[in-house]
C-alpha cells in the first residue's frame, strides 16, 4: 500500500537511501537485525577488479554505516578467500558512539580492496550526517 514505508534490506542500501529515515532489516547469519537509522554511507565492491595477488585474500563485499537514534552502525560483508577457519561470505556489524569512532574503525580495516572504499565512504558518511543534522 505505502511501499515507501517498507522495511530495506542489503539490496537496497543504495543512493537513493542516503540521509533518509528508514527501517532495515538486515540478515546477519541465520538470524536478522532489525533497526531505525539513517544511511550516511556505502560501498559495493559487485565491479571491482582486484589484482592478481589479492584475488586470494579476504576482501570487503558491502559496507554501509547508518546512524540510529544512539549510535553509529557500520555493516560490513566479507569474503573470505583460502582461510584455514573461515569460507565465504560472513556478515559483520560494529557499533560506535560517534562518527570518529566509526572512521578510526574502517581507517583500521586492512582488506585487499581497502583502496577501493575507505575514504569515499567516510567521506560520504560525513557530508550525510552533516546535511541531515542542520
Do not use: W
Not at 528508514?22 to 533497526?35: C, H, I, S, V
Not at 560506535?96 to 581497502?114: G, I, Q, S
Amino acid at each position: 500500500m505505502f511501499p515507501f514505508l517498507r522495511t530495506l534490506r542489503e539490496k537496497d542500501i543504495n543512493s537513493t537511501q542516503l540521509g533518509k529515515a528508514r527501517t532495515y532489516r538486515l540478515a546477519r547469519g541465520d538470524q536478522t537485525m532489525t533497526f531505525k537509522g539513517r544511511l550516511l554511507g556505502f560501498y559495493h565492491a559487485e565491479g571491482d577488479c582486484l589484482e592478481p595477488e589479492a584475488q586470494n585474500k579476504t576482501h570487503l563485499l558491502t559496507i554501509a554505516i547508518f546512524r540510529t537514534s544512539s549510535r553509529y552502525l557500520i555493516y560490513y560483508v566479507l569474503n573470505y578467500v583460502n582461510n584455514e577457519h573461515l569460507s565465504g561470505r560472513q556478515v559483520h556489524v560494529h557499533a560506535t558512539p560517534d562518527l570518529e569512532a566509526a572512521a578510526r574503525f574502517v581507517d583500521a580495516m586492512t582488506y585487499a580492496n581497502r583502496k577501493s572504499f575507505a575514504q569515499g565512504v567516510l567521506e560520504d558518511a560525513r557530508a550525510t550526517d552533516a546535511s541531515s543534522a542542520g
